[in-house]
């Protein structure tokens, strides 16, 4: 009888936090957020903007009613109690509750998305237009430069499969039962039943650090790009940077990102165009390319920083599991990875050589600035155009990440809510978000050096988010299904993880920092 009410009882649960999940499993094109690419489908470009895949309390809010209604309907016995991270699972099977029909209505009406479509999305998410930063990497870097970007695939790739499997838990019968649906749950489960949201408040944290300090690179870019573009402008970068916030400001009034989603495939097309024109260059002079600068001697001040701008490059571990559950055959998500990151792979190797053979010594933070005059002002400015238009993506989502995390109505927030009762946003709720774009100028005027916030954002948040937490979670979730290799895996791409995290994040801060004093001096 305790068996029969212990089912019931978990099936209510994972039944509901399967419906609730349906809000955020739009969030394929939250891989975007950074880059803004083009998403599988519109629904899901849209999705994203009105979905918080990160938002637990919510998730849990929902359960604990279903949890009420059943201790309306009639009281259990003590062996129904549930513990661990029990409360995530959900078989897929039994009827929903009612009161969760507007949102399970969403994933009834949303079609899955093909291998080939999320391998797409997962190409785009790590072969965006920070590419243009790896050739400064190999000149800080050499072969081993070269490496580091065959091994960084490596890893995330492992990761990101990793991962996934902590979304997975075997049920009585051995079958593989899918038990969790976002990063978040995952680091919750880890972290339960000890400290049951402390995981949560970290991955969140991690992902809005990630999602402005990449506003800031945005930002950051279309001042640099402008500043060389029109050199005989007096206009400094720091200049062009207020001016490229100022187009910026109406992304503060930002309801829903549909009209943005309407430029995204302009904005890929423009982005393929741009790196064929400048391999295309590169090939014209390949007789005066310089092979004798490509040696195995490292920077060792300033290679750190070129492995935050490699691993930055790669980041997409937290949106995979949202990308996983959209598929229409998730058994097939490992040779996905496998093949869109061998395609990043070679792509970035032969892009940040080829480009570094041509310059050599002379590579700039943004290789585009070492093109000729007459036809660097033409791609920057298609450039500055797609940093522009993809600015409102990170924005946006990390205005949601906030609201809901800081502002979201009921007693477990931390400031009122700011949206009025017709849904309508406050002016103090418009006053933050204006803040929020003023907040990446004032960085961006600063700290105007796109490679030091490269590198530091990919040491602070990439090597967290791709190389330290999926090796840890993997080890605590899957241990007594692991073999002695993926173990020692895990261990060694954890201890990796951590000393290139600290090494580049240690020495981003100490070339901010000289580089503040230059200026200063300057």
Avoid at 68 to 92: C, F, I, K, W
Avoid at 246 to 270: G, H
Avoid at 283 to 306: G, N, Q, T
Avoid at 497 to 510: L, R
């Amino acid at each position: 009888m305790a068996h029969l009410i212990r089912h019931k009882l978990t099936n209510k649960l994972t039944n509901a936090a399967h419906t609730v999940t349906n809000k955020s499993q739009a969030k394929v094109s939250g891989v975007f957020a950074r880059l803004g690419f083009q998403a599988a489908t519109d629904e899901e470009g849209l999705g994203f903007a009105e979905c918080d895949d990160l938002d637990y309390d919510y998730r849990q809010g929902m359960q604990m009613d279903v949890l009420q209604g059943d201790e309306e309907a009639g009281p259990t016995d003590g062996d129904a109690e549930l513990d661990g991270d029990s409360h995530y699972q959900r078989d897929g099977t039994g009827r929903r509750p009612s009161s969760l029909k507007t949102a399970g209505s969403l994933d009834e009406n949303k079609p899955k998305i093909t291998t080939w479509e999320a391998g797409w999305n997962v190409t785009n998410a790590i072969q965006g237009m920070f590419v243009l930063g790896l050739p400064y990497a190999i000149l800080h870097g050499g072969y081993l430069g070269l490496f580091l970007i065959i091994f960084a695939a490596v890893v995330c790739c492992y990761t990101g499969k990793i991962l996934i499997a902590c979304l997975y838990e075997e049920n009585e019968d051995g079958i593989k039962v899918r038990v969790r649906d976002s990063y978040v749950d995952i680091a919750n489960a880890c972290c339960a039943p000890r400290f049951p949201a402390l995981g949560g408040h970290v991955v969140n944290v991690a992902q809005i650090i990630e999602l402005v300090m990449t506003c800031i690179l945005y930002v950051v870019v279309s001042g640099n790009l402008m500043y060389n573009s029109f050199p005989g402008f007096a206009f400094s970068q720091k200049a062009w940077s207020v001016v490229a916030t100022l187009a910026l400001l109406p992304c503060a009034f930002l309801k829903n990102l549909k009209s943005v989603s309407k430029f995204s495939l302009l904005c890929t097309v423009a982005h393929f165009v741009i790196n064929v024109l400048v391999i295309a260059y590169c090939l014209s002079r390949a007789r005066e390319w310089a092979w004798e600068k490509v040696k195995f001697y490292i920077d060792v001040k300033k290679f750190p920083i070129s492995i935050g701008i490699i691993v930055f490059s790669y980041t997409s571990q937290i949106f995979l599991p949202s990308l996983e559950g959209n598929m229409q055959k998730p058994s097939e998500f490992h040779c996905m990875m496998d093949w869109s990151h061998i395609a990043a792979c070679v792509f970035k190797g032969l892009f940040a050589l080829v480009a570094y053979l041509t310059w050599a010594d002379t590579t700039k933070e943004v290789i585009t600035d070492n093109l000729p005059s007459t036809i660097r002002a033409v791609v920057n400015i298609f450039l500055v155009s797609k940093a522009l238009l993809s600015y409102p993506l990170p924005f946006f989502a990390a205005v949601e990440v906030l609201e809901k995390s800081l502002f979201q109505e009921g007693g477990r927030a931390f400031f009122p809510d700011c949206y009025g009762p017709n849904g309508q946003l406050k002016s103090w709720g418009l006053g933050l978000r204006i803040a929020l774009v003023v907040f990446t100028l004032l960085m961006a005027v600063f700290v105007p050096h796109f490679a030091l916030l490269m590198g530091l954002t990919g040491s602070l948040t990439g090597a967290g988010l791709c190389f330290l937490l999926p090796a840890l979670f993997h080890l605590k979730l899957q241990w007594r299904n692991l073999l002695w290799h993926h173990v020692f895996f895990d261990v060694a791409i954890f201890v990796i993880g951590g000393i290139c995290a600290i090494s580049g994040f240690i020495h981003s801060i100490e070339g901010l920092i000289e580089v503040y004093r230059y200026d200063i001096h300057d």
